[in-house]
């Protein structure tokens, strides 16, 4: 079970942190992915991790502002999201899957087990 957590209400140019643990389980042989889902939009890739390190990112605007780190310790992947825009508001969904390759980390049905989401809002 995934439990995504760190969401809330952020200024334009601030930054946030997501967390989501894997409970009962381990993120170890796994690959990790971080989505977004706007309203009345597709899910949309942002970060990825498949086991064991290779990583990907999703579009050129989130670049450089987003990245994803692991603690295999705390079994805790984390989003990193700094200089955050209005568009960045979503619903953020960390998902884990045994079988991703790394030329569909960016692919919702590559992954197994999502977590229930997380609310970032970017507003002043």
């Known amino acids: 079970q995934l439990q995504t957590s760190g969401g809330g209400l952020v200024q334009p140019g601030g930054s946030l942190r997501l967390s989501c643990v894997a409970s009962?389980?381990?993120?170890?042989?796994?690959?990790v992915g971080w989505f977004r889902q706007a309203p009345g939009k597709e899910r949309e890739f942002v970060v990825g991790?498949?086991?064991?390190?290779?990583?990907?990112t999703g579009s050129d605007s989130l670049k450089g502002r987003f990245t994803m780190s692991r603690d295999m310790a705390k079994n805790t992947v984390y989003l990193q999201m700094n200089s955050l825009k209005p568009e960045d508001t979503a619903v953020y969904y960390c998902?884990?899957?045994?079988?991703?390759?790394?030329?569909?980390?960016?692919?919702?049905?590559?992954?197994?087990?999502w977590g229930q989401g997380t609310q970032v809002t970017v507003s002043s």
């Open positions: 991790i498949r086991w064991p390190g290779s990583t990907a």
């Open positions: 998902a884990i899957g045994s079988r991703v390759i790394y030329s569909t980390l960016g692919v919702p049905s590559s992954y197994e087990h």
């Open positions: 009962g389980s381990t993120f170890r042989g796994y690959s």
